[in-house]
């Protein structure tokens, strides 16, 4: 950031006087411009025992697979911005959704939440930002050509609950330090527990 | 939003090639300016019963109670987040952390993720942005002058959740129409069923 988008005039990067981070301050109007996480919002979509996954047709990691996600919109529901991506990337209809899980990835400042929900009639086929849209069960899961590790641990996790017969809502984090080495880490399930 | 803060340049406001929503674009350099929600962490911190609020020290609802909460900031995970409001606010220590209710406010484009945990120590006294800390029970609870509909919502799901035996994990949502008049939706609790 090098110019203020309310008037035009130079930022500076410093600490504002009864704060303790770093952020731009305009010169001119002294607005303080803060920077926060964006939220990306999917779907785990079942149909007949199947999941749809969806080949990527951006950058980056164009032609691997992927889950039906994306940013969430201004003046949007998590849950609509969910059932929109879905919509878009795979032209499928959900019914049945709810939270899945949620991921926040410190390091690129995003908070993944991922919902799971039922196809209304198994249809999918590609949207602008997908080379194609397929079903897997569970055997056929393409696990090394997935596109983010989001992805994989969701999966993961979604089998797992669905294998042991209980699905609970799931809440963690990835990062990678800094030889790019990635770590997860899910937090206990403690919700059901009255302490 | 008036000036590209790459750039300088005048933005536009209109709809990109290949999009169907209104953004703001530089008319020097291109770039699209996103506009996303933000996320406000903050938890429901337990000890011996009780619960803690703060007091506003500042607007908008300055003097009212609150659930110490804010926005959370880049490079953080929701629970840091959640955890370093409730240290700024109220000077208080968490552990036993685990996600308890999510909100989407889509009016105000805002996100909240609420967190519940235990005070390590029950010790609180208010930071720079409180003017009080108490801990409540639930008879205590100062129903008519709670600073925010969500902190409202997040604590009766909480008691009644308590009060039940078990904890879920909760999803909804709030908005408010054309009069003022508040509406609350919370999802129904699915995440425990094999569908």
Known sequence: MNYCSHCGSQVEHKIPRGDNRLRYICTGCDLIHYQNPRIIAGCIAEYENKVLLCTRAIEPRHGLWTLPAGFMENHETTLQAATRETQEEANARLTS???????????????????????????????????????????????????????????????????????????????????????????????????
Chains 1, 2 share one sequence.
């Open 97 to 195: 959704i709810s939270l899945f899980c949620t991921y926040s990835i410190p390091h690129i400042s995003q908070v993944y939440m991922m919902y799971k929900g039922h196809l209304v009639d198994g249809y999918s086929s590609p949207g602008v930002e997908s080379l194609d849209t397929q079903l897997f069960d569970e055997e056929q899961i393409p696990w090394d050509t997935l596109a983010f590790p989001v992805v994989k641990e969701s999966l993961k996790l979604y089998f797992a609950d669905r294998n042991a017969g209980k699905f609970h809502v799931h809440c963690g984090e990835m990062s990678r330090d800094e030889s790019q080495q990635l770590s997860v880490l899910n937090y206990p399930i403690e919700a059901g527990k009255i302490s």
